[in-house]
């Protein structure tokens, strides 16, 4: 007699402003001061990353350096790609600590990686122990995360992007817990945006709500996509990263090196 299938069950690792806290983890000194990521070549560099200071201090996304420079006691640093990958080389390494398969969903500001943690709670205990110590995990490398917990890859992801904690989502009450998370989250281009704004539709319960065949009527069968979306039943085939191959030679002495 076949053994039942494991229940799927994801695990979401959010790190937010990833370029400011890429290079904020190798420069202590300014964890505490107000800093922002400037992208683009002079003179068009722009804002695309800060922390929370710089926040608190009135920066925004999408600043030119002229207007940040107005801005006292910010600091201003140049977005670093080879201390992104090296930093996100970091976070995949402490997630591989708590499950073999892990995905790389990350988008332009943020690291982002989703574990498929199925059967893991022989290992690491309930889902909750399991994001509780791999939030901690991130937290001694030096970043900030959220970790969300749902048998749904994209609720899972979704539900990361917005917290600021551990949330673990049961099985099946999906759709009420991305209810009230803004309908900014998926992403919609501009037009599409600004249509369900004049309709009044600003989080993804309300999407939710709204008659699958008028919608795709309205807007296709994209809608569909951002419908199921919104009510976190859509299906996702998971993508692994793979191990990065490396090649090394090997080469036994007939003596140890200091006798050589």
Do not use: K
Not at 17 to 38: G, K, N, Y
Not at 48 to 75: F, Y
Not at 205 to 223: I, N, Y
């Amino acid at each position: 007699m076949n053994a039942a299938p494991i229940p799927s069950l994801y695990a979401c690792a959010f790190v937010a402003d990833f370029p400011a806290q890429a290079l904020l983890r190798l420069r202590p000194e300014l964890r505490s001061q107000p800093a922002a990521i400037l992208e683009g070549r002079a003179p068009l560099e722009y804002v695309c990353s800060m922390n929370r200071h710089a926040r608190l201090q009135g920066a925004s996304l999408g600043m030119t350096r002229v207007e940040a420079e107005h801005i006292s006691d910010l600091r201003l640093l140049p977005r670093s790609l080879q201390t992104e990958a090296a930093a996100r080389a970091v976070v995949l390494e402490c997630a591989a600590n708590f499950a073999p398969q892990i995905e790389d969903a990350s988008v332009p500001a943020a690291c982002v990686c989703v574990l498929d943690i199925a059967g893991t709670e022989r290992l690491f205990g309930p889902p909750e122990m399991l994001g509780r110590r791999l939030r901690a995990s991130l937290a001694t490398a030096g970043f900030r995360s959220s970790v969300a917990v749902s048998s749904n890859f994209h609720a899972a992801r979704l539900t990361a992007s917005a917290s600021r904690a551990v949330t673990v989502i049961p099985s099946g009450e999906e759709a009420a817990a991305l209810a009230q998370l803004p309908l900014a989250l998926l992403g919609l281009d501009e037009g599409c945006a600004e249509i369900f704004s004049n309709w009044g539709i600003r989080t993804l319960g309300e999407l939710a709500a709204l008659p699958e065949a008028d919608l795709v009527v309205r807007l296709g069968d994209r809608a569909r996509t951002w419908r199921n979306l919104a009510r976190g039943v859509l299906p996702h085939t998971f993508e692994p990263v793979e191990a990065a191959f490396a090649l090394e030679e090997v080469c036994d002495l007939d003596m140890p090196v200091d006798r050589a």
